[in-house]
T-cell receptor, first 114, second 112 residues
Framework: GAGVSQSPRYKVAKRGQDVALRCDPI?????LFWYQQALGQGPEFLTY????????KSGLPSDRFFAERPEGSVSTLKIQRTQQEDSAVYLC????????????FGSGTQLSVL | DQQVKQNSPSLSVQEGRISILNCDYT??????FLWYKKYPAEGPTFLIS?????DKNEDGRFTVFLNKSAKHLSLHIVPSQPGDSAVYFC???????????FGQGTRLTINP
């Protein structure tokens, strides 16, 4: 596709359930980012990949959050034992070069933890 | 610690007039600044950027001004159009860093 694709668009999880969020970046984009956007706030950085290498995971809020990009293309953000405070929109973005400029964002996955 | 702040949650402007959105930052290491625009149910889209070596960058109806001494940037939209109604985020990064730090956003409404 022409843009960054994220699935599912919406996810409702019961507290304690594990979830997996998928991101298909723009073809050929080297860099991939995950951001978390709480209601009424700006996106907050979670983690960054350059190809398959996870170069920065300083924004992951706890060890329940795990991200991977095994073949340098599709990425998955996994959240184990979800909590209510994990409810947010999770945005994936990609860029052509290894630099945080002109990111192309997907539409996000809205996660609601009940 | 909010390193990038947009103090106006919302702004209402009449069509055809100028819209001015403001952003302040605290980290003097930031050297690259961007504005993103977001429509409901969509991801943010890149609008315009400016490097710290400049104080102004213009792209059509959009101009970004940077005042490094005041750690302040602004986005001017002239003339404002109904399609400009959206949430606008400013973001900042420092050279070599891969992460953008976003402000909280300002909801701009253009009234016909």
């Amino acid at each position: 596709g022409a843009g960054v694709s994220q699935s599912p668009r919406y996810k409702v999880a019961k507290r304690g359930q594990d979830v997996a969020l998928r991101c298909d970046p723009i073809s050929g984009h080297v860099s991939l980012f995950w951001y978390q956007q709480a209601l009424g706030q700006g996106p907050e950085f979670l983690t960054y990949f350059q190809n398959e290498a996870q170069l920065d995971k300083s924004g992951l809020p706890s060890d329940r959050f795990f991200a991977e990009r095994p073949e340098g293309s599709v990425s998955t953000l996994k959240i184990q034992r979800t909590q209510q405070e994990d409810s947010a929109v999770y945005l994936c973005a990609s860029s052509q070069r290894g630099f945080a400029e002109k990111l192309f964002f997907g539409s996000g996955t809205q996660l609601s933890v009940l | 610690d909010q390193q990038v702040k947009q103090n106006s949650p919302s702004l209402s402007v009449q069509e055809g007039r100028i819209s001015i959105l403001n952003c302040d930052y605290t980290n003097s290491m930031f050297d690259y600044f961007l504005w993103y625009k977001k429509y409901p149910a969509e991801g943010p889209t890149f609008l315009i950027s400016i490097s710290s070596i400049k104080d102004k960058n213009e792209d059509g109806r959009f101009t970004v001004f940077l005042n490094k001494s005041a750690k302040h940037l602004s986005l001017h939209i002239v003339p404002s159009q109904p399609g400009d109604s959206a949430v606008y985020f400013c973001a900042a990064s420092n050279q070599g860093a891969q992460k953008l730090v976003f402000g909280q956003g300002t909801r701009l409404t253009i009234n016909p």
